[in-house]
């Protein structure tokens, strides 16, 4: 189950990543706009729910609290992650 969420966030983030680009060169566009808040208000869902679930989520420097130390170097790298694994 850990793997399957953490999968589903990298999918969604990438849709997000992609839907910024496009809006780089169509920002007028409303239904890209509207589909980026609904991105952007799934990421927060599935990050809220494999927290629950497992912890804190880190992936970038942006996600580490203040408070806390470099705990996200003792997860797996992403390129360690086998996602075709059971």
């Not at 969420?5 to 992609?18: N, R, S, T, Y």
């Not at 203040?66 to 705990?71: I, M, R, Y």
């Amino acid at each position: 189950m850990k793997k399957q969420l953490k999968k589903k966030i990298f999918q969604v983030d990438f849709a997000i990543h992609e839907l910024s680009l496009y809006l780089d060169t169509h920002p007028t566009s409303k239904k890209a706009m509207e589909l980026l808040r609904e991105y952007r208000k799934l990421r927060s869902q599935l990050i809220n729910e494999y927290e629950r679930q497992f912890g804190d989520y880190i992936v970038t420097t942006d996600d580490v609290s203040a408070t806390g130390c470099w705990e996200w170097l003792e997860n797996p790298w992403p390129w360690e992650i086998n996602f075709m694994e059971d």
